[in-house]
């Protein structure tokens, strides 16, 4: 061509570039096919939902991105931005699964437990979710409400303001996804749920087993599961792995409600400790993905060459695992395993700093699920608004020299109330639980199922445990941290009185012959029923000896206790104040 210079190549160059080339096209051709040669499937999980179908307050802290050694907080969650983010990471891959790994519902905020939770539900529903590996709290109003929430229909029990079938349709059409829990057994060994659930994927088969945590019996209401036996998560999911690979299934998954913690941020695993450590160390090897949850952490860890992860709770994060297929062997490829969580940003924080704000945007909500929700708040609002009782005066949180406020001190009544059926002689709550002051309205002194609600939003259980006087005495002097200037009184029910110094040693303060129950002393060898809520029985706020206390009872939610309190002592008569302290600082 005019204008263009022309090159020779040598002919020896020649043959070189082309046996190169023929050489690139061939590793192109043997990477192709290896390629083609493995699926891709992403998992996408999340855990413990708890029906926060609302935002709320909920955040999470997140590594800042300008320094990922801090963290910032970012106000997270709301199933409207969940939602939008699940249709990102679908349309990212072409084969994907979107599971939970149990308490979808149950401790729910109002807009989703003044419906019984049928609203969670529906929402999953709409979001296309595909599995669910029951939780303890799915267990909270007993096997039989557990199956109708899965099989759909209207309640027929009344439970004190909630509706159902709330719906616009004015119907509830159960779940469109299954529950699974593979440890959950009658005296015949017959199951409640399926154990299993396989999903065929372009080719393979990926399969998930369900467990839920052993100690379900001990936090829930124990009428609710009578007959049936919560076996060890371990055993049960070894059991049916054999029976997935015999059935020619290679790629596992195990999808338990069980969790730990670990050091570090929402992606690191820093000293893990806790069950779901011990159970992953004794499953199968086939087993090569574990999601996890009930502890409501956030970690990303590696245990023996496979995956554990949990996202922490409320829709705040979403578990994200990108698995590889092999088509001949059926199994995953654990090498090209890929694991983290993904923060829900939802925007609600408009003082966020615009850095923040750009690494981490805010999700916009989805149409349908907002507008489910938005029917939900509405239909709400008369039951949230509707008064309980009156109050004469604010039980306000100003504690009393010795620890207790009124707040405290009326709401461990309430509880100790609702669980005199389990012998219940002592309630304490944790004074993190008690979240506001409940105010006395001056034009008529009314407090609504809002009002008692954002007192304790938390949606706890109360359970009711065996403590002997010497480790009551022990629990009371746990309430001071060695290495801490920051003192948590537990919030005691009428009746228990005791008297610390703080300038006795730590581990003495408590004056064990102060202590009485109802003005009698406290023996160390007797038996006593002491009431908390789940949080603490856990051994929540640092109490661990409550982990391990036996006996253990479950009882209503927190909230309902003290609602029920208010209606049944502040409706004839405005309920005042209790101004005496139950604890006393001897200096």
């Known amino acids: 061509m005019a204008g263009m210079t022309r090159f020779r190549i040598p002919p020896v160059l020649a043959a070189a570039a082309c046996t190169t080339a023929l050489i690139a096209l061939a590793s192109a051709a043997t990477s192709t096919a290896g390629a083609t040669e493995r699926v891709p499937v992403r998992i996408i999980a999340i855990n413990d939902l708890h029906g926060h179908l609302e935002p709320g307050e909920n955040s999470i802290a997140v590594p800042h991105p300008d320094d990922p050694t801090r963290t910032v907080t970012l106000r997270?969650?709301?199933?409207?931005?969940?939602?939008?983010?699940?249709?990102?990471?679908?349309?990212?891959?072409?084969?994907?699964?979107?599971?939970?790994?149990?308490?979808?519902?149950?401790?729910?905020?109002?807009?989703?437990?003044?419906?019984?939770?049928?609203?969670?539900?529906?929402a999953m529903n709409l979001l296309g979710l595909e599995l669910n590996a029951v939780g303890n709290h799915e267990f909270d109003q007993g096997v039989v409400e557990l199956q109708r929430m899965?099989?759909?229909?209207?309640?027929?029990?009344?439970?004190?303001?909630?509706?159902?079938?709330?719906?616009?349709?004015?119907?509830?059409?159960?779940?469109?996804?299954?529950?699974?829990?593979?440890?959950?057994?009658?005296?015949?060994?017959?199951?409640?749920?399926?154990?299993?659930?396989?999903?065929?994927?372009?080719?393979?088969?990926?399969?998930?087993?369900?467990?839920?945590?052993?100690?379900?019996?001990?936090?829930?209401?124990?009428?609710?599961?009578?007959?049936?036996?919560?076996?060890?998560?371990?055993?049960?999911?070894?059991?049916?792995?054999?029976?997935?690979?015999?059935?020619?299934?290679?790629?596992?998954?195990?999808?338990?409600?069980?969790?730990?913690?670990?050091?570090?941020?929402?992606?690191?695993?820093?000293?893990?400790?806790?069950?779901?450590?011990?159970?992953?160390?004794?499953?199968?090897?086939?087993?090569?993905?574990?999601?996890?949850?009930?502890?409501?952490?956030?970690?990303?860890?590696?245990?023996?060459?496979?995956v554990v992860i949990q996202g922490a709770s409320f829709g705040r994060l979403l578990s994200v695992v990108d698995l590889q297929i092999d088509r001949a062997s059926g199994d995953v490829v654990r090498e090209r395993m890929r694991a983290r969580n993904v923060p829900v940003p939802n925007g609600s924080d408009p003082s966020i700093d615009p850095t923040v704000r750009r690494a981490y945007p805010a999700l916009p909500p989805h149409p349908q699920i907002a507008a489910l929700i938005e029917h939900y708040r509405e239909r709400a609002a008369p039951i949230a608004l509707r008064p309980?009782?009156?109050?004469?005066?604010?039980?306000?949180?100003?504690?009393?020299?010795?620890?207790?406020?009124?707040?405290?001190?009326?709401?461990?009544?309430?509880?100790?109330?609702?669980?005199?059926?389990?012998?219940?002689?002592?309630?304490?709550?944790?004074?993190?639980?008690?979240?506001?002051?409940?105010?006395?309205?001056?034009?008529?002194?009314?407090?609504?199922?809002?009002?008692?609600?954002?007192?304790?939003?938390?949606?706890?259980?109360?359970?009711?445990?065996?403590?002997?006087?010497?480790?009551?005495?022990?629990?009371?002097?746990?309430?001071?941290?060695?290495?801490?200037?920051?003192?948590?009184?537990?919030?005691?029910?009428?009746?228990?009185t005791y008297a610390w110094s703080g300038a006795r040693p730590w581990g003495e303060r408590v004056a064990a012959d102060s202590m009485k129950l109802n003005g009698e002393p406290i023996r160390a060898q007797r038996r006593y029923r002491i009431t908390v809520n789940s949080y603490l029985a856990a051994g929540g706020d640092g109490f661990a000896l409550l982990r391990d206390a036996a006996d253990r009872s479950g009882g209503p939610l927190d909230v309902e206790a003290l609602a029920t309190y208010l209606r049944q002592h502040g409706s004839d008569a405005a309920l005042a104040p209790d101004s005496q302290p139950r604890i006393q600082r001897l200096d």
């Open 76 to 122: 997270a969650g709301g199933v409207a931005a969940l939602a939008t983010r699940v249709q990102q990471l679908r349309a990212e891959v072409a084969q994907t699964v979107f599971i939970s790994s149990g308490d979808l519902f149950g401790a729910s905020p109002l807009v989703s437990a003044l419906f019984r939770d049928e609203p969670t539900i529906e």
């Open 388 to 496: 309980i009782g009156r109050i004469r005066a604010t039980f306000d949180r100003r504690p009393a020299p010795g620890g207790d406020h009124a707040a405290g001190r009326l709401i461990a009544d309430a509880h100790l109330e609702a669980t005199r059926g389990s012998g219940a002689q002592i309630a304490f709550t944790n004074p993190g639980g008690v979240r506001g002051d409940l105010v006395a309205r001056p034009h008529d002194q009314a407090v609504t199922f809002a009002d008692a609600f954002r007192v304790q939003p938390f949606g706890n259980t109360l359970v009711t445990l065996t403590l002997s006087g010497a480790q009551l005495k022990t629990l009371l002097e746990s309430q001071w941290r060695r290495q801490s200037e920051n003192v948590r009184f537990l919030q005691p029910s009428r009746g228990f």
């Open 150 to 306: 899965i099989a759909g229909g209207c309640a027929t029990t009344p439970r004190g303001d909630l509706e159902t079938c709330a719906h616009p349709d004015g119907h509830y059409a159960g779940a469109r996804f299954p529950f699974i829990a593979a440890n959950v057994v009658d005296g015949t060994d017959r199951g409640l749920l399926p154990p299993t659930w396989v999903k065929s994927i372009d080719g393979v088969r990926l399969g998930f087993i369900g467990a839920v945590t052993r100690s379900t019996p001990g936090i829930v209401m124990p009428a609710g599961v009578r007959g049936w036996h919560f076996r060890a998560e371990a055993a049960a999911i070894n059991r049916q792995a054999a029976v997935l690979r015999a059935q020619g299934v290679q790629a596992l998954v195990a999808v338990i409600h069980e969790g730990g913690e670990a050091q570090g941020g929402l992606n690191d695993c820093d000293e893990p400790q806790g069950p779901i450590f011990e159970i992953v160390r004794q499953l199968d090897p086939a087993i090569d993905v574990v999601f996890s949850g009930h502890t409501h952490r956030g970690y990303n860890c590696l245990i023996d060459g496979r």
